[in-house]
């Protein structure tokens, strides 16, 4: 049976749900045993539930706090899926809250991802002193 766009869309609201409630046990759920995770296309991918936990565990969980994020489009091509969304979060080692758009490219097996690639921006949008945005994530 084909893979549709209602079943991708509630893998990447999972995928979602786990970046903001910053959960290593949920983000696994979406990911085949054997998936790669290219958080930097251009790097060594991160590889299997053991590397893709490690990875949550440091740039998710010890590195964002008060993550937002809304899901702007999402395609389907086959197995292949793009999605894109905007997020704001707090950058805990660098001290500034920042908003970041993204393209992710999602390649199914069956009902799980086997391999993502993202591609994003992301700007500090901290003002000085106050700490209150330059821009908020709900304004767009």
């Known amino acids: 049976m084909a893979l549709t766009k209602p079943e991708v869309r509630k893998v990447v609201e999972r995928y979602i749900r786990a970046w903001v409630e910053q959960d290593p046990d949920l983000i696994l ?10 958080e930097r296309v251009l790097e060594m991918p991160i590889c299997g539930h053991k590397g893709i936990r490690q990875y949550w565990q440091e740039k998710v969980v010890k590195s964002q706090g008060r993550i937002e994020c809304k899901l702007l489009n ?16 707090d950058d805990v080692k660098q001290g500034v ?3 970041m758009r993204e393209v992710a490219i999602l390649e199914f097996e069956g009902r799980l991802i086997a391999s993502l690639r993202e591609y994003w921006a992301s700007q500090d949008i901290t003002t000085g002193q106050g700490g209150e945005e330059k821009q908020s994530c709900s304004s767009h």
Do not use: P, Q
Request: a negative charge; hydrophobic letters at 40%; one cysteine or more.
């Open 29 to 38: 759920t979406v990911f085949t045993e054997s998936a790669t995770y290219h």
């Open 97 to 99: 809250r920042k908003r």
């Open 74 to 89: 999402l395609y389907l091509d086959g197995c292949t899926a793009i999605a894109e969304w905007e997020a704001c979060f």
